[in-house]
């Protein structure tokens, strides 16, 4: 009985590590962004390489702001830039991902129910282990492209969703007027396709160019 409890315990030891190095251990790199000296996480997935952080540069031009205009923003979830703007904010050696770009990402990752796990940051608001309203009981981050509930800009002062959701541009446009995004909430159970108005406010994660 007791060489069976100690290989019980053995289990519960490996496993906890394993679920434990998932949500906070992945091989990132660094990007130095050269144009203002921002530093960024990145990270190799499948046969692309992303940023693992959202892009908080300022280009002095087109439309972005940081979430309700609050500096202190920036730096923990970066800025909220039109897709206009989104199309010439990555830095040198990187671009906006295109619409295939994500659905790369999202096929090596399993699927859209999948992904979304291992591409959500793990921990919630509440217990001070992560920046998401609870529950949070599907992020694991395995991946290591570390998603945060950023928000979105809607237009002249009116933000919403910070804590609750993020969403990211693609290069590709649907039309005139709307462009493809990838969008996962705080209770979804799926990364989200959709096409919106190009003139919202939503993240940017840049990835490398081949």
């Known amino acids: 009985m007791d060489r069976l409890l100690a290989?019980?315990?053995l289990i519960v030891l490996i496993t906890s590590a394993s679920v434990l190095k998932s949500?906070?251990?992945n091989d990132f790199g660094i990007l130095e962004d050269k144009r203002d000296g921002n530093v960024y996480k990145t990270i190799v997935i499948g046969n692309q390489t992303w940023m693992a952080e959202n892009l908080?540069?300022?280009?002095?031009?087109?439309?972005?702001?940081?979430?309700?205009?609050?500096?202190?923003?920036?730096?923990?979830?970066?800025l909220l830039y039109d897709w206009e703007t989104a199309l010439n904010v990555c830095p040198d050696g990187?671009?906006?991902?295109?619409?295939?770009?994500?659905n790369v990402l999202t096929d090596y990752?399993?699927?859209?129910?999948?992904?979304?796990?291992?591409?959500?940051?793990?921990?919630?608001?509440?217990?001070?282990?992560g920046l998401w309203?609870?529950?949070?009981?599907?992020?694991?981050?395995?991946?290591?492209?570390?998603?945060?509930?950023a928000g979105i800009h809607i237009g002249d002062n009116a933000f919403g969703g910070i804590g609750y959701g993020s969403y990211w541009w693609s290069s590709t446009a649907?039309?005139?007027?709307?462009?493809?995004?990838?969008?996962?909430?705080?209770?979804y159970t799926s990364l989200?396709?959709?096409?919106?108005?190009?003139?919202?406010?939503?993240?940017?994660?840049?990835?490398m160019e081949k």
């Not at 990187?94 to 994500?102: A, F, K, N, Q, V």
């Not at 699927?111 to 979304?116: P, R, S």
């Not at 609870?134 to 945060?148: L, Q, V």
């Not at 649907?174 to 209770?187: L, T, Y």
């Open 133 to 149: 309203v609870a529950p949070n009981d599907i992020g694991n981050n395995k991946s290591g492209f570390s998603a945060i509930p």
């Open 56 to 78: 908080a540069y300022n280009p002095g031009e087109g439309k972005y702001r940081a979430y309700n205009d609050v500096k202190e923003n920036i730096e923990q979830y970066g």
């Open 192 to 207: 989200v396709r959709v096409t919106t108005s190009k003139d919202l406010g939503f993240s940017v994660r840049c990835v």
């Open 23 to 25: 949500q906070t251990e």
């Open 174 to 187: 649907s039309d005139e007027n709307n462009a493809w995004v990838r969008h996962m909430g705080r209770i």
């Open 7 to 9: 290989f019980l315990c």
């Open 109 to 129: 990752l399993g699927g859209e129910i999948e992904a979304l796990g291992k591409m959500k940051s793990f921990g919630t608001k509440e217990d001070n282990t």
């Open 94 to 102: 990187w671009r906006l991902p295109s619409d295939e770009d994500w």
